[in-house]
């Protein structure tokens, strides 16, 4: 089962607005991001403007088009 980025629900979410910054700095259409990622274009404006939530595997394929490594944060005990 994979988790959900809920960018609605979470808004201060790091790792989707480090997507979202990511994907502004870029300079990329939402058409382009759409392409180099293989998601598709209506999950990837949805996300872009935050009305839409996104799984983890998108995430990761976002991610990896715009060059963004994701890393487990290791938890203190």
């Known amino acids: 089962m994979g988790y959900v980025l809920d960018v609605k629900a979470n808004p201060d979410?790091?790792?989707?607005n480090a997507i979202r910054a990511a994907f502004q700095e870029s300079g990329w259409s939402i058409k382009r991001l759409a392409e180099e990622s293989g998601v598709p274009y209506s999950s990837c404006h949805g996300f872009a403007v935050g009305t839409r939530d996104?799984?983890?595997g998108v995430?990761?394929?976002l991610c990896r088009a715009l060059g963004?490594?994701?890393t487990k944060a290791r938890t203190r005990k």
């Open 13 to 16: 979410n790091e790792l989707a």
């Open 54 to 56: 996104v799984s983890t």
């Open 59 to 61: 995430a990761s394929r």
């Open 68 to 70: 963004l490594q994701v």
